[in-house]
């Protein structure tokens, strides 16, 4: 862990061979973000950020219990998390059997199960020409039996940094491993070693309700709070994300036992809430919370990982938009799991569904 030290800044990289398969030697500074990717088409398109995380190999946090966030391969991940907005659109596009709803607009997407979450990714690997990430198939509804995983093969799972059989090797897009997820909210690349809270710093961040001043956080108010827009959820970490403690948790790739061999095992989620408190934004104070994949709930949402550019480890899209797949997947049946509709599903009914006032 860091200890009291001035500002923070970029680093450089070791760079990363395919995506799931071993580093290479090219050089990415570490921390720079992109204009944007878009998805969708007309009135239905949107776009999302994603930052770079560098210094590829880096070591864990020697915190005692922890010894997260070492990553062998460098990747991206989004700026801000998902918001409602790229739900909506998203489906408006195709994407069937995620509706959230817990919050509108510019808010966090959230009421969304991991296998939405999931689905979504799907989505984005899908319409962008990519392999999906996950082995999904959505058979309708929105019960706990509605999304049914299957593992990849071990020729089709990811194999950097260890076997996953939960990610595809040739994903693009997929959801943040806690060890990925973990490095870009704490690590610093420039100062080699983790701050203690993801607003580059190890001093408390300040609570606010909404904002981007640096060394703020969207936490410490009511059970019944509302998050803040995801673009105004406080200070960015060194890496120059936004909202990794505080606003809403966020669903992780990652099985409770940290090894994914099991579909329907237990997953975790991470970050933190507009509810909670200080305490839970600090890295040597982290503790993955697990729950059934099919969980919802209005304060856990995700954000979304990816390949890195320019450093030949990204993949390439096999017939463009048309979305083919090049190793696997399932999508003559789906979208690796979600179906294209030409109407939005409608909103649940149960109670989980309602906003809290």
Request: no cysteine; charged share 10%; glycine share 12%.
């Amino acid at each position: 862990m860091i200890g009291n030290v001035g500002t923070s800044g970029a680093g450089t990289d070791g760079g990363a061979g395919a995506p799931g398969g071993s580093p290479s030697a090219a050089v990415v500074a570490s921390g720079t973000s992109s204009a944007g990717d878009s998805f969708g088409t007309g009135e239905n398109q949107f776009s999302m950020a994603f930052v770079t995380v560098g210094n590829a190999g880096n070591t864990g946090d020697s915190t005692p219990n922890k010894n997260y966030g070492s990553v062998p391969y460098q990747y991206r991940i989004s700026t801000y998390e998902v918001s409602q907005n790229d739900i909506t659109m998203a489906t408006a596009g195709g994407l069937e059997g995620v509706t959230a709803g817990a919050w509108s607009d510019d808010q966090p997407a959230a009421f969304m199960k991991w296998y939405e979450a999931a689905a979504f990714v799907n989505w984005l690997n899908y319409t962008s020409g990519y392999q999906t990430a996950y082995n999904l198939q959505y058979n309708g509804g929105s019960t706990n039996s509605s999304w049914v995983m299957s593992l990849w093969t071990s020729q089709q799972a990811w194999q950097n940094g260890g076997q996953n059989l939960y990610r595809n090797v040739d994903a693009y897009y997929f959801l943040p491993n806690d060890n990925e997820w973990f490095k870009a909210a704490y690590y610093d690349g420039a100062l080699t070693d983790y701050w203690n809270y993801p607003t580059a710093s190890n001093d408390k961040p300040t609570a606010v309700p909404s904002g981007t001043n640096a060394g703020t956080a969207v936490y410490g108010y009511d059970p019944t709070s509302s998050p803040a827009p995801v673009k105004s959820a406080g200070g960015l970490s060194a890496y120059g994300t936004m909202g990794q403690g505080g606003n809403v948790a966020e669903w992780m790739e990652t099985a409770a036992t940290g090894s994914n061999t099991v579909p329907y095992a237990d997953r975790s989620f991470n970050g933190a809430a507009v509810n909670d408190q200080s305490q839970q934004l600090q890295a040597d104070n982290r503790t993955s919370f697990n729950v059934n994949p099919a969980f919802e709930s209005p304060y856990i949402g995700f954000r979304v990982a990816s390949a890195a550019l320019g450093t030949g480890n990204a993949p390439v899209p096999t017939v463009g938009k048309a979305g083919r797949t090049n190793r696997g997947a399932t999508a003559s049946k789906s979208l690796g799991g979600v179906r294209y509709r030409t109407s939005p599903p409608n909103p649940r009914s149960n109670a989980l569904t309602t906003r809290p006032s």
